[in-house]
């Protein structure tokens, strides 16, 4: 067995043992292998272990991927920060977006969807660590703009995502999961948004997140190995 396929089975286990120990059902819990930084063959090894989801951070570098794997029918989800002047290229490549934390952003990628393509689906990336976190709308200001972008033509809002502040406190990151969770349920009791995503929980912490109830988890590390940092210049 390679160190790759090892490895998901091992993410496949814990995720399925935190689902038993939280009383839920692991079927409510998709797991989103993070790709960014390693090449399309490590893509191709998960695919063919039978992982559909990928995730990447990175414009030029994820859709380089999409466009050479495009055989493979894979899912493709953008996870990083998005600067405006690269909407275009997210719209046209990806299934998802989950940074989405501004109205102009959302606005653009539902303009650059080709009306042809299945609407992109949406997740509000929302900053729950206050003061510790740059990215992400302010928990005060998420009614409006997931109003707002519920609205859009080519979008579809599925739900939010969080990446809480690096802490070993776990009590903490729990919090910071629970108000994710408890924004989603009160947007979807009063606007009756139906949203039915929770991206949250990365490698080190995807326990604690879906103790809290993420739908989505967010794994590169624990399944690919450890990042050699690019060069951060094209986000
Ligand atoms: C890199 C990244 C991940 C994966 O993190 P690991 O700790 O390697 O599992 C998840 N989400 C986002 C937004 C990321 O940038």
């Known amino acids: 067995m390679t160190a790759l396929s090892a490895n998901l089975q ?3 286990a814990r995720i399925e043992s935190a689902c038993l120990r939280a ?6 819990v998709r797991l989103l292998a993070v790709s960014k930084t390693f090449p399309a063959d ?6 063919a272990e039978g992982q559909r989801a990928f995730g990447e951070n990175y414009v030029q570098e994820g859709c380089a991927k999409v466009e050479q794997l495009a055989a493979l029918g894979l899912e493709w989800h953008f996870i990083g920060p998005l600067q405006s002047n690269k909407s275009r290229l997210v719209a046209t490549h990806f299934d998802w977006v989950h940074s989405v934390d501004r109205l102009k952003i959302a606005q653009r990628l539902s303009e650059q969807r080709a009306p042809h393509h299945a609407p992109l689906n949406i997740c509000i990336q929302v900053n729950v660590s206050g003061e510790a976190s740059k990215s992400g ?14 609205l859009l033509p080519q ?3 599925r739900g939010l995502m969080a990446i809480p ?6 009590g903490l990151l729990r919090s910071r999961f629970a108000l994710l969770r408890t924004l989603r349920d009160q ?3 009063t606007f009756a948004l139906g949203l039915d995503t929770l991206s949250m929980g990365m490698s080190a912490d995807l326990d604690l997140a879906i103790a809290e109830g993420a739908t989505v988890v967010r794994i590169g590390t624990a399944i690919f190995g450890t990042r050699t940092p690019l060069t951060e210049s094209t986000p």
């Open 187 to 189: 947007l979807n009791e």
């Open 42 to 47: 490590a893509v191709v090894e998960a695919a």
């Open 155 to 157: 979008l579809r809002l």
């Open 165 to 170: 502040e690096p802490t070993e406190d776990e």
């Open 23 to 28: 009383g839920r059902d692991p079927a409510e």
């Open 137 to 150: 709308v302010a928990p005060g200001e998420l009614i409006e703009l997931a109003r707002a972008v519920s």
């Open 10 to 12: 091992a993410v496949r």
